[in-house]
């Protein structure tokens, strides 16, 4: 073949290495036809050189392709992504003065804040919506420029978006070249990508409306968060709301007002839970669960102190790595007098608490250093291993005031902590324990739908701490231990702890929402900080590896999901009120109460409605209240010694004896069972309530 000849074939890559060559120049939809006509008909758009283009588009030279389709993990959020410049670009028409801060998705949708003279309501919505669908049907496509540095910032400064200025300056100091993407009069700095058409925006929504701060900094200026979601079609739409309904209404802080789990008060402090008697009982069946299986495993419990000296954080690297989120230094008023006298200014103090420059105590952010601290307090032999600590331990963060919600995002929580100090040739048995914890957790909560995911280092960042080779280990044995559960996982870098790699459970809830619950995690660099050993078989030190883990994860925020998922209707082994003896008239009140007495004696938590009302009003109290039976007794019961049963799922089971209604109850309490009727749509997994902002813009 000539040089000329070779020249005049295109290659085209696909994902999957393999090369398509074509004689002379081919559209997109060409090449996805010549790989199957399946493909060709399910494939919205592609990307050229990791570019978006459409199937339109004249592929002329070598390149590498990827087309997209529906089923593309990237193509909703490209989609949204898009969606999200189409209502900036609606808000900026609609509204005055506008300045843009950022613009990317969630899990459920995307939102962009804004800077607006006037204050955005819901009565805005309809005029927005509508200016987002004329721009859609413009059709105008997502056009990409890039440009140096410095002409960059003079773009934002000639469209006075003074935001985008100081994000070029300050946040973008090490970019030399910034992209645009300009679609009719709307520009925006952004690093894509986009969708090829907006026409391929089938439906769309605004949602809700919120504050937040620039940059997440609630010491600069509070923006307008406009919130929104968008779909390929309106019936992906239709079922995405009738799902947000559905969880809105299971919302565990809507339900909270009527069940009374839990209360919080702004005098105690944002984010801090005073636990009612039912969220109480809760939470310490949960624990005596957990304690059952800890001990079968061979753990040991211990307490350790709230607060430790600043110099135990900096040590694990706790300070400054979550420096952000945690509680200012404790620092004695003896050497802040000190300091004073010395000239200190209060603001230099306060820079110099926050910085960790004087020595203090801080509220603990993690278990890990004082158990640490438990493991390293004496000699240790290769004969003692493994040690396994574990811990309800109470934790601190000072999380923003716009990012607490409810029990699931809180500032003192307790965590069902454990560390594990194991050889080198433990790790891979010890791990495989933990996640048999944590698999016996969801199972008996009925969460049996989840998928893991295997949290690794981002090789190109300086965030983790440690020697490659170490990681190299963790992040192996952490594979291992996934692939031993035998469930489909991903890896997903970036998602590992500072210190070492982790293995997450993300659970889908009876509607589909996803949480992450439970988690392990093998470290074998804390080891190294506070220069842990254990005496070996050749009577030589070395170094233990630590696992960390959580079967629970945070107390606070697992009742919380729990509270969702059963929609507040919790299983009779943890429900508060077991079962509630209610009687038809007056007549019955004392066979009734006899019947109470008796269920109580076995340890059945049971009460009693005598009220002189209706049997109705009675039954529907108690299904008010989410109760699992109610135990109804009449004349009739009284004579045959029966009581007839209620069952909050199965309905009227018919009277039984007194010794088979406890019988039933008792075993059912005993085997944990969980009776819950699961709502499930079909795009249930599009509410991602525990997913974080992919972000897209710069």
């Known amino acids: 073949m000539s040089i000329t000849e070779q020249k005049s074939t295109i290659s085209i890559t696909l994902p999957d290495g393999k090369v398509k060559e074509f004689s002379q120049p081919v559209t997109v939809l060409e090449v996805a036809k010549s790989i199957g006509s399946r493909l060709a008909k399910d494939a919205l758009w592609a990307e050229i050189d990791k570019q978006p283009v459409p199937l339109s588009h004249l592929v002329e030279k070598d390149a590498a392709l990827k087309l997209i389709t529906r089923q593309d993990p990237q193509a909703l959020a490209t989609l949204r992504h898009s969606c999200a410049h189409v209502m900036a670009r609606a808000v900026m028409r609609v509204k005055s003065g506008v300045q843009l801060a950022f613009g990317p998705t969630t899990g459920n949708g995307f939102y962009y804040d804004f800077e607006l003279d006037e204050r955005l309501t819901e009565d805005d919505f309809s005029a927005i919506e509508a200016e987002m669908q004329r721009i859609i049907e413009l059709d105008e496509p997502f056009e990409r420029i890039e440009q140096p540095r410095a002409q960059a ?13 100081e994000h070029i300056e300050e946040g973008l100091s090490d970019h030399e070249t ?70 809105r209404r299971r919302d565990h802080r809507v339900l909270n007002k009527r069940l009374n789990f839990y209360h919080m008060d702004e005098m105690v402090g944002q984010g801090l839970v005073l636990w009612a008697p039912k969220g109480a009982f809760v939470r310490s069946q949960l624990q005596e669960f957990i304690s059952g299986h800890l001990r079968r495993q061979g753990y040991d419990q211990v307490f350790t102190p709230h607060i430790g000296k600043l110099e135990l954080y900096k040590t694990s690297g706790h300070f400054p790595y979550y420096q952000e989120s945690q509680y200012p230094p404790l620092v004695s008023r003896e050497h802040l007098n000190l300091l004073a006298e010395q000239g200190c200014s209060c603001s230099q103090l306060a820079n110099a608490m926050k910085a960790g420059e004087i020595d203090g105590y801080l509220l603990k952010p993690m278990n890990c250093p004082h158990h640490i601290k438990i493991y390293g307090s004496q000699q240790r032999s290769y004969r003692d291993l493994p040690i396994r600590l574990s811990e309800f331990g109470t934790v601190y963060r000072f999380e923003q005031s716009g990012e607490i919600g409810g029990m699931t995002r809180v500032r003192g929580f307790t965590q069902d902590d454990a560390h594990l100090f194991v050889t080198p040739e433990q ?38 701490i440690g020697e490659a080779a170490n990681w190299e280990r963790a992040e192996a044995a952490c594979r291992e231990a996934a692939v031993s559960l035998g469930k489909p996982f991903s890896e997903e870098p970036g998602e590992a702890a500072f210190y070492g790699p982790k293995i997450d459970f993300v659970v889908n809830d009876c509607i589909g929402r996803e949480w992450q619950l439970g988690t392990v995690q093998v470290d074998y660099n804390l080891p190294i900080r506070f220069d842990l050993t254990y005496i070996g078989a050749d009577n030589r030190p070395h170094r233990p590896v630590m696992i960390h883990r959580a079967p629970f994860g945070s107390m606070e925020r697992f009742i919380g999901v729990l509270i969702e998922h059963f929609a507040g209707a919790f299983p009779l082994w943890l429900s508060y009120e077991q079962a509630r003896v209610m009687s038809v008239s007056d007549k019955s009140e004392a066979y009734g109460r006899e019947i109470l007495r008796q269920f109580q004696r076995v340890g059945l938590r049971v009460t009693g409605d005598f009220r002189s009302e ?82 897209n813009e710069y």
């Open 614 to 695: 209706k049997l109705g009003a009675k039954i529907r109290d108690a299904q008010v209240d989410l109760l699992p039976y109610m135990l109804v007794v009449g004349p009739r019961d009284a004579e045959a010694g029966t009581v007839s049963v209620r069952d909050r799922v199965e309905g009227d089971l018919g009277p039984m004896t007194v010794e088979a209604a406890i019988n039933k109850l008792a075993q059912e309490v005993a085997e944990k069972t969980v009776k819950h009727v699961a709502r499930k749509s079909p795009q249930a997994a599009s509410i991602d309530v525990g997913a974080s902002a992919a972000q």
């Open 178 to 247: 910034l992209s645009f993407y300009q679609q009719g009069e709307f520009i925006d700095l952004c690093r894509g990508p986009h969708i090829p058409s907006p026409k391929l925006i089938g439906a769309f929504k605004l949602l809700s409306i919120a504050g937040a701060y620039w940059k997440g900094d609630e010491t600069r200026q509070q923006l307008q968060r406009l919130y929104a979601t968008a779909f390929f079609d309106a019936k992906e739409l239709e079922e995405f709301l009738e799902l947000l309904e559905e969880a």
């Open 427 to 464: 790790v891979t048995e010890e791990v495989a324990g933990c996640l048999e914890l944590v698999k016996i957790v969801l199972e008996t909560m009925g969460m049996h739908d989840y998928r893991v995911r295997v949290g690794l280092r981002e090789l190109d960042s300086d965030k983790y």
């Open 153 to 165: 910032i003079q773009i934002c400064n000639d469209l006075k978006q003074v935001l985008k200025v």
